[in-house]
C-alpha cells in the first residue's frame, strides 16, 4: 500500500494462526511535509470484534460478564476479568449481528433494541483490532449462570447487577478492560435518555 501519506516498502507476515504478525518497512510523511526515515513496525492482526452492554431499563440492570483472559496474567489481580459480552467479526457478518449472537452464546439473553456507543481501535500502535461498542436493551429476569461456547474453550460467568453496583466496580478500579470501562461511563452519560426512549 502507498498513498500520499504513507509508504509501505515491504510487508512480510511472521507468522498466521488463529491471528497473524506482520512485519511492515514503511516511512510517512511528517508534519512538516518531509518523508520520516524508514521504521520497522510489527503489526498484530486480529480481525475487528463487537462488545456490548445489555441494560434492563425497566430493572435498571446491566449484564456482566467474568471469565478467564491469558493476556491479564502477568496483571495484578488475577485473570478473571469482569467484562461486557464481545466477539470477533467473521468475513462477511455485520457487527449488529454479532452482537445479538454473542448476547445469546456468552450471557443467555436476546438483545430487544440496540444502540451503537462508537467504534474505537483497541491499541493502535500495535494493532490492527478494532472494536464496534453497543449498548443493547435486555430483560435481565432470569438472566445468570455460566454460559459461552464448550468448544470454544468459553466457561463464562453471568452476573446480572444493579446500575449503582456496576457503577462502583467502575469506580473501584474492579473493571479493569477497556471495552466494559467505555460502555460504562457511556452509559452514565446517557442513562436517562435511554430509559426514556426504551420504556
Known amino acids: 500500500m502507498s498513498s500520499e501519506k504513507v509508504e ?3 510487508k512480510t507476515i511472521c507468522y498466521r494462526g488463529f491471528f497473524s504478525m506482520a512485519r511492515l518497512r514503511l516511512r510517512h510523511r511528517k508534519y512538516d511535509g518531509e518523508w520520516s526515515d524508514e521504521l520497522t513496525r510489527e503489526l498484530f492482526e486480529r480481525g475487528h470484534a463487537v462488545a456490548v452492554l ?8 446491566v449484564v456482566l460478564i467474568e471469565q478467564f483472559r491469558v493476556g491479564a496474567l502477568d ?6 476479568l469482569i467484562e461486557i459480552v464481545a466477539g470477533i467479526i467473521e468475513e462477511g457478518e ?6 445479538s449472537r454473542e448476547t445469546i452464546e456468552e450471557a443467555g439473553c436476546e438483545i430487544d433494541q440496540l444502540e451503537r456507543v462508537c467504534n474505537y481501535l483497541v491499541s493502535p500502535g500495535g494493532t490492527t483490532e478494532s472494536t464496534a461498542l453497543f449498548c443493547g ?9 455460566i454460559h459461552g461456547v464448550e468448544d470454544e474453550g468459553e466457561d463464562i460467568k453471568v452476573k446480572v447487577v ?3 453496583e456496576a457503577i462502583s466496580l467502575l469506580t473501584n478500579g474492579r473493571i479493569k478492560s477497556a471495552s466494559p470501562i467505555i460502555a460504562l461511563q457511556w452509559l452514565i452519560l446517557n442513562r436517562e435518555r435511554l430509559r426514556r426512549q426504551w420504556l
Do not use: H, K, L, S
Open 8 to 10: 509501505i516498502i515491504e
Open 54 to 61: 445489555p441494560y434492563d431499563p425497566v430493572r435498571d440492570e
Open 75 to 80: 496483571f495484578p489481580g488475577d485473570p478473571w
Open 94 to 99: 455485520q457487527a449488529e449481528a454479532v452482537a
Open 137 to 145: 436493551r435486555v430483560d435481565t429476569t432470569n438472566v445468570g449462570g
Open 162 to 164: 444493579t446500575y449503582d
